[in-house]
């Protein structure tokens, strides 16, 4: 099976190498903490605190095999190779909701960074798929659950 590329800010790359630090030190052994404390209760077959400790120790792993994979398969954009002529992984855009006569501004990422409180959104989003390649002044379609949904591009940052 063909691994997905990643595509990762630097930003990015650094936020998960961070999380998967965390999660191989930090997190193993406060879960290994939490089990050797729930074995002294003894009898394993109704203690509750040994089950959850060890149900969080696969999650942790699981995580951990999932932010090494990631890592593995990243593609960290250089920075240096964006450019505002027209939309790409790394830029910010600024548009107008034609509908909703609105401004926004969204950071396009890739699908791991995606953070929608910080208006980072994902280049395999619709509206992130419709923005990719277009210029400034240009008027992108988007179609969404409620309907198509009209953009300008007002500007182009790095």
């Known amino acids: 099976m063909e691994e997905k590329e990643v595509i990762l ?3 990015g790359y650094d936020n998960l190498d961070k999380e998967l630090n ?3 030190t930090e997190k193993r052994a406060e879960i290994a903490e939490r089990i050797k404390v729930a074995l002294g209760f003894g009898d ?3 203690n509750s605190e040994y089950d959850e400790a060890k149900t969080a120790q696969a999650e942790n792993e699981v995580k951990i095999a999932e932010l090494e994979n990631k890592i593995r ?4 954009i250089d920075e240096k190779e964006i450019d505002t002529d027209t939309v790409q992984i790394g830029n910010t855009v600024k548009v107008l909701d034609i509908e909703f006569d609105e401004e926004v501004e969204y950071t396009i990422v890739g699908s791991t960074e995606v953070n929608i409180a910080e208006s980072k959104i ?3 989003s619709p509206l992130g798929e419709a923005l990719l390649g277009a210029k400034r002044k240009q008027t992108v379609e988007v ?3 409620a309907g198509v949904m009209k953009y300008k591009i ?4 790095k």
Do not use: M
Not at 73 to 76: F, G, P
Not at 154 to 157: G, P, S, V
């Open 73 to 76: 398969h990243a593609k960290i």
């Open 9 to 11: 800010t630097q930003e």
């Open 22 to 24: 965390y999660l191989k």
């Open 143 to 145: 179609n969404a659950p």
């Open 122 to 124: 994902s280049n395999e």
């Open 44 to 46: 394993l077959s109704e």
């Open 154 to 157: 007002l500007d182009i940052k």
